[in-house]
């Protein structure tokens, strides 16, 4: 077996670091694994004293075959050029693939043995584009007979992924950047989001409300795989556990009644592969996904995708977006007849 590099972006999140680097030590193959570790600036003063905590627990780890430790002199940051992607840059010159994670995951004991055997067993799968640890909290065992323990989804869940250097450079040459505003602007790839609207719902509106997002990030990427027919490899039972939605991070909010920080995870030792599911099977697996994850999707956020959808179809991406920001009424009503008009609305409320 190969034993892939896994590696940790972090700043000041010191008890999540921590926390998070000692599931990992306690992980079956962890004393055959190099961990690279981003250790970026601290851009103000309130994230100074986590800062310092980590940079002293640091030269204490140890349970890995190799640890790696790049400690930044100013603030890389998120996207393209920030500290996760120079992580990328750095395992992509030693390795075919690799396995990543944000520094607030807590893992399974298993997860690098299923990390690493998903790796090699996946890795000439052209439909296949990455491997994730994590499964939603739903039960699966009524629709899969057959137990098997792998799913093929379209849900990028990035919570621990492994992803490959060739197939990795292959999303980066076919995925366009601004991915939001290319798809909304080509009406064959927006039509094949359109029985997707969660996901539409986020493409617009999170890339929308923070254009930092507008990467090639976890939805963005799910996304890609909906339009070009692509899946991820998922347990059914998760492997890791968030425990980011308190508030500490920069992309997760603040679960109130915090589940994910309490949701079950595998306590096996090793993961044998089960990739058995009937299409049947599967696609009742991914029925249950789409309720379970469909359950806080407003119907206002349903109207309001839908709006978006058929003005971009209608008009295009530039003259829809212009007419969505203003007073849409007043100035459709004054720019095309009242028939046609009338015809849009009544498609826009369906």
Request: hydrophobic share 35%; net charge positive; charged share 25%.
């Amino acid at each position: 077996m190969t034993y892939y590099p896994v590696y940790i972006p972090t700043l000041n999140r010191y008890e999540h670091f921590k926390e998070c680097v000692e599931s990992l030590a306690a992980c079956t193959h962890a004393d055959k694994t190099e961990l690279v570790i981003g250790l970026d600036y601290p851009p103000s003063e309130k994230y100074v004293e986590g800062w310092k905590k980590i940079k002293e627990y640091l030269p204490t780890i140890k349970g890995f075959a190799k640890v790696t430790i790049f400690e930044h002199d100013h603030n890389l940051g998120l996207g393209q050029n920030g500290n996760g992607a120079f992580l990328t840059k750095y395992v992509k010159t030693k390795y075919d693939a690799w396995i990543s994670t944000e520094d607030d995951n807590v893992f399974s004991p298993c997860f690098l043995d299923y990390m690493n055997k998903c790796l090699e067993k996946y890795k000439d799968d052209d439909s296949i584009i990455a491997v994730s640890g994590y499964m939603n909290p739903v039960d699966y065992s009524n629709c899969n007979q057959n137990k098997a323990n792998i799913l093929r989804m379209q849900d990028y869940m990035a919570w621990g992924s492994g992803n490959w250097k060739h197939k990795r450079n292959a999303l980066d040459l076919n995925m366009p950047s601004h991915y939001m505003k290319y798809v909304c602007s080509h009406r064959s790839q927006l039509r094949r989001m359109r029985l997707n609207l969660r996901e539409l719902y986020q493409l617009i509106f999170w890339t929308k409300n923070n254009p930092a997002l507008d990467i090639k990030c976890d939805f963005t990427i799910g996304c890609y795989s909906i339009i070009n027919n692509k899946y991820f490899i998922n347990p059914t039972f998760s492997l890791v556990r968030n425990m980011g939605y308190d508030g500490s991070g920069v992309n997760c909010g603040t679960i109130e009644d915090d589940y994910l920080a309490r949701q079950p995870i595998s306590n096996e030792r090793i993961f044998d592969i089960k990739d058995n599911l009937t299409e049947y099977e599967l696609q009742n697996c991914r029925d249950k996904w789409e309720k379970f994850k469909s359950a806080d999707f407003s119907i206002h956020k349903r109207k309001l995708v839908r709006r978006y959808y058929y003005f971009y179809m209608f008009f295009g991406y530039t003259i829809g977006d212009f007419l969505l920001s203003i007073n849409i009424k007043k100035c459709i009503k004054s720019m095309i007849p009242e028939k046609f008009y009338n015809f849009v609305k009544k498609i826009v409320k369906r």
